[in-house]
């Protein structure tokens, strides 16, 4: 008999940021390890990952991080947990591995303690058996874990359908035969899409509303997200079917599309990867983004000055595959009127009519009747998702004191397979902010005072300084952002240069530390903006040390 503890850092009544812990008898296993990235510029942050301050305390206990989905906003603080825990085993598909390196660079990758598990294969891992299968999803290589605990098994899903994809192979109707005939204790479930009734089949293809324009010999531009290469896929057999040569304009995504075809998930078809000047009748050029950067990418493309890079015409069809997010919706409607300056075809596909890879009711109905799970536990959304989810377990007899819905940091416990309901609130939850220029991490007190401070502006500083001598080897950067004054710019830039300058070499002088001089050259170039422009700009400072 085992004790058990389930818990979220990240993930519960949001939309993103997914980390969940399994502790099982006083041993730690992670699952996911999400991000989120803020639609808009929120003063230097570019990322948001879990507050990881819980687990630095309990690191003993890890045992191993399980990553289920080949997608960067599933995996994108992997970086974080891995500085802090360089041992950590990580387990996961070939294809989720595949993306690590290419995200974060093969060096990355080649120190990384990794376990590459096939579907069907069980890793046994500090004497719990955990078991993956590839399930239908938005991209090839998403696994189901099975934790096989003395009480009965732990099942964690996310981001699936419950039809076959026919584009995928996958061990999917393997999984939920499997699980039908094995004691659940537990079913954790994506319920994103718990709102929508019926099956996200077959909305969830794109084809059907392009199929018409590709009689034409006319250029189709695609948008698609990254994350639903499923739908890129869709338009690499329409190309086959058609004729047309297919090109992907991010190179990342390209490399990640050949992996998955030489690994059989997809069936071997040509592409190319787009490059300036390629022929511009018949064929379709695809180009690929996060949720949060996709319409930001295609706009820039669509305003680009260098005609030679890509350049939209009349002549073209402009296929918006994807629907806009939360948020940047008014950067979707500006790429209408952008487009209208060349005239092209436009077709776009309106968030009623595509269904993303998450299980609508129907989807969620059927994995609990084959599962038959004794505890329900939905993940991944909003509260009010995670309540339509339990109205469904609900529909299926699983009583409301056996479904867990919580908040992060509630802690929900086992004991001999009896549940004890919630035992514990952890306080170490939370955000954790990220700049990627400098990898830095920003606390919520930063983010506030950035919030206030920006209203005059934002003032960033860098400086490349010798290791040895930590002697300036570089200009003083300095950019000014919505900082408005009237005359002697040039002026003010040369002092605050020759200020930040003079503070290191009386700081080169005693203990060179460079929090110390980040800290001192924010507090007198303050001072200096405070005397010389009446306003007290945010100070965005960066000091690296060539290596």
Same mark, same amino acid.
């Given at each position: 008999m085992a004790k058990i503890n389930i818990f979220a850092l990240g993930g519960l009544d949001e939309k993103a940021k997914n980390m969940y812990v399994l502790e099982i008898d006083s041993k730690m296993y992670i699952?996911?390890?999400?991000? *989120?990235?803020?639609? @808009?510029? =929120? /003063?230097? +942050?570019?990322?948001?990952?879990? &507050?990881? =301050?819980?687990?630095?305390?309990?690191?003993? &206990?890890? &045992?191993?991080?399980?990553? %289920?989905?080949?997608?960067?906003?599933?995996?994108?603080?992997?970086?974080? +947990?891995?500085?802090?825990?360089p041992n950590i085993p990580i387990h996961t598909s070939d294809v989720t591995?595949?993306?690590? $390196?290419?995200?974060?660079?093969?060096? /990355?990758?080649?120190?990384?303690?990794? *376990?590459?598990?096939? %579907?069907?294969?069980?890793? +046994?891992?500090?004497?719990i058996p955990v078991k993956a299968y590839t399930i239908s999803a938005a991209v090839p290589g998403t696994f189901a874990f099975v934790f096989k605990t003395k009480d009965g098994n732990i099942v964690y899903a996310t981001d699936y359908i419950s039809d076959e994809t026919p584009q995928l192979e996958t061990d999917h109707n393997l999984f939920l035969d499997?699980?039908?005939?094995?004691?659940?204790?537990?079913?954790?479930?994506?319920?994103? *899409?718990?709102?929508?009734d019926g099956f996200v089949s077959p909305k969830h293809s794109i084809k059907d509303y392009i199929i018409n324009q590709l009689d034409s010999d006319a250029r189709v531009v695609a948008s698609i997200y990254e994350d639903e290469l499923v739908n890129v896929y869709e338009l690499i057999q329409l190309s086959a079917e058609y004729n047309k040569k297919i090109y992907i304009f991010d190179k990342k995504i390209f490399e990640m599309l050949n992996f998955i075809m030489d690994k059989g998930y997809f069936a071997k078809l040509p592409l190319e990867l787009y490059k300036p000047g390629i022929e511009k009748k018949n064929s379709i050029v695809v180009i690929t983004g996060t949720r949060t950067d996709l319409y930001q990418t295609l706009k820039r493309i669509i305003q680009e000055d260098d005609i030679d890079t890509f350049n939209i015409t009349k002549e073209d069809t402009i296929f918006l595959a994807s629907p806009p997010q939360p948020g940047n919706e008014h950067i979707y409607a500006g790429i209408g009127n952008d487009l209208s300056v060349f005239n092209p075809d436009v077709i776009?596909?309106?968030?009623?009519? $595509?269904?993303?890879?998450?299980?609508?009711?129907?989807?969620? =109905? @059927?994995?609990?009747?084959?599962?038959?799970? &004794?505890? /329900?536990?939905?993940?991944?959304?909003?509260?009010?998702f995670l309540a339509e989810g339990a109205k469904v377990s609900k529909e299926n007899g699983i009583h409301e004191k056996q479904t867990i819905i919580g908040d992060n940091g509630d802690m929900f416990t086992f004991e001999n397979g009896n549940y004890q309901g919630l035992t514990r609130k952890i306080r170490e939850v939370g955000d954790q902010y990220i700049e990627l220029s400098s990898d830095d991490k920003i606390d919520t007190q930063v983010i506030e005072e950035r919030v206030n401070l920006a209203k005059d502006g934002i003032v960033t500083i860098g400086l490349i300084i010798n290791p040895q001598t930590k002697r300036a080897i570089s200009n003083v950067d300095i950019q000014l952002k919505g900082v408005v004054f009237i005359r002697g710019q040039e002026k003010l830039l040369k002092t605050l240069s020759d200020q930040i300058l003079d503070i290191l070499r009386q700081e080169r002088e005693g203990t060179f530390q460079i929090p110390k001089v980040i800290a001192r050259i924010k507090k007198e170039i303050t001072k200096e903006l405070r005397a010389t422009i009446k306003k007290a700009p945010d100070l965005i400072i960066k000091i690296e040390e060539l290596k």
């Open positions: 699952i996911d390890a999400g991000i *989120n990235e803020p639609v @808009r510029d =929120d /003063f230097g +942050v570019q990322q948001i990952i879990p &507050k990881l =301050d819980y687990l630095k305390l309990n690191s003993d &206990k890890i &045992k191993g991080i399980f990553l %289920s989905t080949p997608a960067k906003y599933q995996l994108g603080a992997i970086w974080h +947990v891995v500085k802090l825990f591995s595949e993306l690590i $390196k290419l995200q974060f660079g093969e060096k /990355f990758h080649a120190k990384l303690n990794m *376990n590459i598990m096939k %579907s069907g294969e069980e890793a +046994v891992v500090s004497n499997d699980m039908s005939k094995e004691k659940n204790l537990v079913f954790m479930s994506d319920s994103f *899409n718990s709102k929508l776009s596909v309106h968030i009623k009519d $595509k269904n993303t890879f998450h299980p609508a009711k129907g989807d969620l =109905d @059927r994995f609990i009747k084959k599962i038959n799970p &004794k505890h /329900f536990m939905p993940i991944k959304g909003w509260y009010m």
